[in-house]
């Protein structure tokens, strides 16, 4: 078994900050991410969960979790029965919500090691992993595709889906971004994608074009390198060349709005990273 990536376990501990130094309401509440990644008793004083200096980025993974929870219910409601995960790092919808989850069949994909750490993790918890809940290990380097992994895993490629990939486009080339797009294209109609990607630093302001390269090469850093960005335009250009029928850009600016308006302490998201939301 191999631990989660960096990346995975400080969104996890952004999430249990927020819940725990930011003022309520609170626009997301998951603290069992914490307990997944059981990071010690001195988590706090790591550098990157300063309240201060990394407040900006723990909005923006609560933000970006509100808003795929919030479509994810809104299509359950609807009648959608599949919820696919990719790179489900430390993703803790299936145990918080169960109320919504069990109304689905929910589909976390990720690499072997990691996802074989969070399987010890739930049994350790005395969570386990329920009928309706399937971990599917996949090796993207090599192996069978995610797709036939996924279908061996009891996805019905002829019912709707709604499909979450957050923070990893940016992690992928280009050509490997086109042909994710490609393959979810080729869903059943009625399925959903809500997917993030990274804008170009010259796109944004000179405050958080600073932010964005000092994020860049901190992920360098830790031997994850940002390997592609995209403009809103370019990013809607290879959705619909990819085949969905409709595609939708949701800006920074429209998540602040939705969920950080009117807040006493200013709680704001660190511009950079937005959404594409396709339907087939």
């Not at 145990?95 to 010890?120: H, M, N």
Request: no cysteine; hydrophobic share 45%; aromatic share 8%.
């Amino acid at each position: 078994m191999t631990a989660p990536d960096s990346t995975a376990v400080r969104t996890a501990l952004w999430r249990a900050l927020h819940v725990r130094v930011d003022a309520p309401p609170h626009v997301f509440d998951d603290e069992l991410g914490l307990r997944l990644a059981d990071p010690g008793a001195g988590w706090r004083e790591r550098p990157d969960m300063d309240p201060a200096t990394a407040g900006r980025y723990r909005a923006g993974m609560v933000a970006r979790a509100r808003f795929v929870e919030d479509l994810v219910v809104e299509q359950a409601d609807g009648g959608v029965g599949q919820y696919v995960i990719l790179g489900a790092g430390l993703d803790t919808f299936a145990q918080r919500r169960p109320e919504i989850a069990a109304r689905l069949r929910v589909f976390e994909v990720d690499q072997p090691g990691p996802q074989a750490w969070k399987r010890q993790r739930l049994a350790d918890l005395g969570l386990g992993v329920p009928d309706w809940l399937h971990l599917v290990p996949v090796d993207f380097e090599a192996g069978p595709s995610w797709p036939d992994l996924l279908a061996a895993a009891g996805f019905a490629a002829d019912e709707p889906a709604v499909v979450a990939s957050t923070g990893v486009s940016m992690y992928l080339t280009k050509e490997a971004n086109a042909a994710t797009l490609r393959r979810i294209a080729g869903f059943a109609p009625g399925s959903t994608l809500m997917m993030t990607f990274m804008v170009p630093a010259e796109l944004l302001d000179d405050g958080d074009r600073a932010d964005h390269r000092a994020t860049a090469s901190k992920a360098k850093a830790a031997g994850t390198p940002f390997v592609s960005s995209f403009s809103p335009g370019e990013m809607l250009a290879l959705a619909r060349s990819a085949g969905f029928r409709t595609v939708t850009h949701v800006s920074g600016d429209e998540l602040n709005s939705r969920y950080f308006a009117d807040r006493a302490d200013g709680l704001r998201i660190a511009k950079g990273e937005e959404f594409l939301i396709a339907t087939t």
